[in-house]
């Protein structure tokens, strides 16, 4: 089998050829006795063009010059910067490709836009080609390895980052960059207590999966990623669905309804989390966080964890969803952090989303200030929604955010609230109308939001709601995952002075996109139809005219977060569309906040230092802070059981040191510690920060003098 792939090694004029030969060759490799493999899934397919994708590509291309808002020309510059994204999206990590391939793809550099007109995908295809092919004889190499068991007491590092490091410059260096990622592989899975025949069994199972499902991608596929590669050469929420694809997504989204409440996305061999929807099984249980990696898969109590890495996203999507009520427990890989760190099993009990829980909610919290007690409400606003048929229909009471909002705060109010806190952490937007109008809520009227479109007509969306009905202290609490409507809503409070911003700077999604039926738009009838286009059409501005793309909502007072702001947003998405400003449209706000901010700001640096639970939020940071600074793995087994030791040690000893602060009993060992309750650190001190607005408005004199000696 080696010898019959060495050839096509050194030639690039045979890759169909040496792509079936290889193949064959794999189908015939066996490296674990009964170990299943499908030779009839194994074939790669034939890559042509068809007149369905040259359809397709003239469609997008010209929507694309006519229709995006960034006008963008579809050009020589654009060809090399599409390029460069179709190779990220076949091997964004450097594991496949060699220098000399990169070197042969530059003939390519300035054609990809005319292929696009074109309709001509024989480059993508031979792009794609030596892709599959390298893909092909280094999953054999890593099936191979599998045969001997490394040494785990030697001291080697695996480099898991390699999105901005150099291509392997020869077989060789790529071989050894594969020795370790295979040993890497075994040894997580010996840090979970699989012995090496198990794992061996599982990765040549994993391996495998991953190469029938690249031998599987057929040309329309092929097609998808390229065309997905030129929208991404636009900004980050432009993209195209295949039919195929098209359908399967709407099934995947009204099953989110009625599984775990959760969108997936496949991301290299990966499925992972693209969001977490309110109301459902998994926002209800709170620890699965977009970008968390689904890893493994297991039915009720006791079934086996089923290896899921190189699967298809339609087949995990199958053995994650099932009927109401029952138990599906899914092993992740947190998102977030640097490969070494603990994965965990959530256990979920299947469910319909519970409308109520997306609902927004409210409560109150008792904050006491030497012999005052003062009462904060709080509501939290998960999304911002609107029954929009019920409205179509004319349904005087259709539900929706801004109504919600409205009957909370009176009930508050009954309840002699003295200050109120917007939580909207995590809340990714939704109806735009329902920003505009909870805003309204706040202030007297005016503009809340302008909006421009491609061809630069600015709209002025302006306050729908008659009058206020809040007027009193107000904090608007955000972080890094508030986008869209969210950060409209928290931008109009703040341009208008009307309350304080405080937590993370929010994501920065201050865009606006349209979807094309492509189907509509040709005389053609061509199955099984031309798919969906979404293209980004828009901008939003606040009424100073500063946009909230990619910069997003930047808070009064900051309060720290868990979230790392250089891997979650707008801004950390290449591509993403710049800031910039227009005319600020006229509206009148209340006077200046700076001297309350910066008082507000001295209370809370005082309080922050004094309190056990804000230290033990901030010592959390700095410990997944060093994490993600690691680039490189160790590789000897005793060192890196210490690692985790170690890591869990600390973490026994922050969680102790701030329950011995507290009064509270010490847990006894690590095994305890995701049982620990912990309070909502940032509402809590939202609910602190709105107490002081209280006082500041109120004019208190002793609350004055003690923040003037800090």
């Known amino acids: 089998m080696i010898s019959t792939t060495k050839p096509c090694l050194a030639s690039l004029q045979n890759l169909r050829r040496c792509a079936v030969l290889i193949t064959v060759n794999l189908a015939l490799y066996s490296p674990l006795a009964g170990a299943e493999t499908d030779a009839s899934a194994e074939v790669p397919s034939i890559l042509k063009s068809s007149q369905r994708q040259y359809e397709v590509s003239q469609l997008v291309a010209k929507f694309a010059e006519r229709a995006h808002y960034s006008r963008s020309v579809i050009d020589d510059q654009l060809s090399d910067q599409l390029l460069q994204n179709y190779i990220d999206a076949l091997d964004g990590n450097r594991h496949y490709f060699l220098r000399p391939d990169i070197a042969y793809f530059s003939k390519y550099r300035y054609e990809l836009d005319d292929t696009l007109k074109s309709g001509d995908m024989e480059p993508v295809f031979d792009i794609f ?62 840090l979970t207590d699989k012995t090496y025949e198990e794992s061996k069994e599982i990765l040549a199972k994993r391996y495998q999966q991953v190469l029938k499902r690249i031998n599987r991608l057929d040309a329309d596929d092929v097609f998808e990623n390229f065309i997905n590669s030129f929208a991404r050469t636009l900004d980050p929420h432009s993209s195209y669905m295949s039919p195929r694809h098209s359908e399967e997504y709407r099934i995947q989204m009204s099953l989110s309804y009625q599984g775990i409440g959760a969108s997936l996305q496949l991301d290299e061999d990966y499925v992972t989390v693209l969001g977490v929807l309110p109301g459902g099984p998994a926002a209800i249980d709170g620890r699965m966080k977009p970008k968390d990696r689904i890893i493994a898969v297991g039915q009720g109590d006791d079934g086996t964890m089923v290896d899921v890495i190189g699967w298809e996203l339609d087949e995990v999507v199958q053995l994650i969803r099932g009927a109401s009520g029952t138990m599906v427990r899914l092993q992740i890989m947190p998102g977030d952090t640097a490969p070494g760190k603990a994965d965990y099993e959530l256990d979920l009990v299947r469910d319909k989303i519970k409308l109520e829980e997306q609902a927004a909610k409210s409560s109150i919290l008792d904050i006491d200030r030497d012999a005052q007690s003062f009462r904060v409400g709080i509501i939290e606003v998960p999304s911002f929604y609107q029954d929009f048929d019920a409205r179509s229909r004319g349904e005087k009471d259709f539900v929706s955010t801004t109504r919600d909002v409205r009957r909370l705060i009176g009930e508050l109010e009954a309840e002699d609230v003295d200050g109120l806190v917007i939580d909207l952490r995590g809340n990714g937007g939704g109806h735009l109308s329902e920003a505009t109008a909870l805003s309204g809520l706040f202030i007297d009227s005016g503009p809340v939001v302008q909006l421009r479109d491609t061809n630069g007509r600015i709209e002025v969306l302006k306050d729908p709601e008659p009058s206020t009905v809040y007027d009193g202290p107000l904090v608007v609490l955000v972080d ?62 606040r009424v100073t005219g500063d946009s909230t793309q990619h910069r997003g909502v930047i808070p009064d007072i900051e309060l720290p977060s868990l979230l790392d702001t250089d891997n979650v947003g707008e801004s950390s998405r290449p591509g993403a569309l710049p800031w910039d400003q227009i005319t600020a449209t006229r509206f009148s706000s209340h006077l200046p906040l700076d001297d309350t901010i910066i008082f507000l700001s001295e209370g809370q640096q005082v309080r922050s230092v004094g309190d056990p639970d804000f230290q033990y939020l901030v010592q959390d940071i700095a410990a997944l802070d060093a994490l993600r600074t690691q680039s490189s793995i160790s590789l000897n087994l005793e060192l890196r059981r210490a690692e985790l030791d170690t890591r869990r040690q600390a973490r026994l000893d922050r969680e102790n040191h701030r329950r011995t602060a507290l009064g509270l009993e010490p847990l006894e060992s690590t095994e305890k510690l995701d049982e620990a309750e912990r309070p909502d650190i940032l509402l809590q001190h939202a609910a602190e920060i709105a107490t002081d607005l209280v006082l500041l408005k109120s004019g208190e004199p002793a609350f004055l003098t003690d923040l003037s000696l800090h």
């Not at 190499?141 to 020869?170: N, S």
């Open 129 to 190: 080609r030596l892709y599959r092919l390298r893909a092909q004889q280094q999953l054999t190499y890593a099936i191979g390895l599998l045969d001997e068991e490394p040494d785990f007491e030697i001291d080697e590092y695996y480099v898991f980052d390699r999105k901005d490091m150099p291509w392997p410059a020869g077989n060789a260096e790529r071989q050894e960059l594969w020795r370790l990622r295979v040993k890497n592989d075994l040894l997580s899975l010996a």
């Open 480 to 541: 890094r995952y508030s986008a869209s409507a969210s950060e409209i809503f928290a931008a109009a409070i703040q341009d208008y002075r009307r309350g304080v911003v405080i937590g993370q700077q929010t994501f920065g999604k201050g865009t606006v996109q349209n979807l094309y039926v492509l189907d509509q738009y040709t005389r053609k009838d061509l199955e099984p139809g031309l798919g969906q286009l979404t293209l980004t059409i828009g901008k939003y501005y």
